[in-house]
């Protein structure tokens, strides 16, 4: 392995820092609004500092600036990479409660790979928005895709919803979501389903 060159993202977002200010506000009026007492002691750093702090942090994946850097290196061979067991903590955009689970993702390589710790560091980032699950499932891969340079990625997500194990009948379930970019032949999809069946059983 070669140093190689890193990939650039040619599409910019809006990398407007959160409004503390604003999020503060909002979470004074949700507090107000259950019945709560904004001023008593306990609650006014929580409008004041720490849920706008959490919001920021949480909704990294809006901002292109916070992105890990991908650094690639060239490399031989077009062996699948696979990476199982990423653990991810996002945000549903219908109840902004936590969704979270494991990440797991393959690609095969186009002459050049990432490091696996990037893999991970990505999914996190990807993960701290509002989204829904299809959509980040689709995101994780379009973006490794291009991040890596990769001919063909496979990422599926397996997740708890805190909406759903929280309210209603309080179920605990999983929902699996798969996403892909490119075309895989049956040997790499039965590797990417072996590797994730491994990873279950530890
Ligand atoms: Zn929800």
């Given at each position: 392995?070669?140093?190689?060159?890193?990939?650039?993202?040619?599409?910019?977002?809006?990398?407007?820092?959160v409004d503390h200010e604003q999020l503060s506000h909002a979470t004074r009026l949700i507090l107000d609004a259950?019945?709560?007492?904004p001023?008593?002691?306990?609650?006014?750093?929580t409008w004041e500092?720490?849920v706008p702090?959490?919001y920021?942090?949480?909704?990294?994946?809006?901002?292109?600036?916070?992105?890990?850097?991908?650094?690639?290196?060239?490399?031989?061979?077009?062996?699948?990479?696979?990476?199982?067991?990423?653990?991810?903590?996002?945000?549903?955009?219908?109840?902004l409660?936590?969704?979270?689970?494991?990440?797991?993702?393959?690609?095969?390589?186009?002459?050049?790979?990432?490091?696996?710790?990037?893999?991970?560091?990505?999914?996190?980032?990807?993960?701290?928005?509002?989204?829904?699950?299809?959509?980040?499932?689709?995101?994780?891969?379009?973006?490794?895709?291009?991040?890596?340079?990769?001919?063909?990625?496979?990422?599926?997500?397996?997740?708890?919803?805190?909406?759903?194990?929280?309210?209603?009948?309080?179920?605990?379930?999983?929902?699996?979501?798969?996403?892909?970019?490119?075309?895989?032949?049956?040997?790499?999809?039965?590797?990417?389903?072996?590797?994730?069946?491994?990873?279950?059983?530890?």
């Amino acid at each position: 392995m070669t140093d190689g060159t890193q990939t650039t993202d040619t599409e910019t977002r809006d990398d407007q820092p959160v409004d503390h200010e604003q999020l503060s506000h909002a979470t004074r009026l949700i507090l107000d609004a259950v019945g709560e007492d904004p001023e008593r002691d306990g609650l006014v750093d929580t409008w004041e500092r720490r849920v706008p702090d959490a919001y920021k942090e949480l909704t990294q994946g809006y901002r292109e600036a916070e992105k890990p850097t991908m650094r690639t290196f060239d490399a031989e061979g077009e062996d699948l990479v696979v990476k199982t067991g990423i653990p991810f903590y996002s945000l549903c955009e219908h109840h902004l409660l936590p969704f979270h689970g494991e990440a797991h993702v393959a690609y095969r390589p186009d002459g050049q790979v990432v490091g696996l710790s990037k893999l991970v560091r990505y999914v996190k980032w990807a993960s701290r928005r509002l989204t829904i699950q299809e959509q980040l499932t689709r995101d994780i891969s379009e973006g490794l895709a291009e991040e890596i340079g990769a001919d063909a990625v496979l990422v599926e997500l397996s997740a708890t919803h805190m909406c759903e194990a929280m309210r209603g009948v309080e179920a605990h379930t999983t929902t699996t979501s798969r996403a892909s970019v490119g075309e895989f032949d049956d040997d790499e999809r039965q590797r990417f389903r072996d590797a994730i069946a491994a990873e279950g059983r530890r």
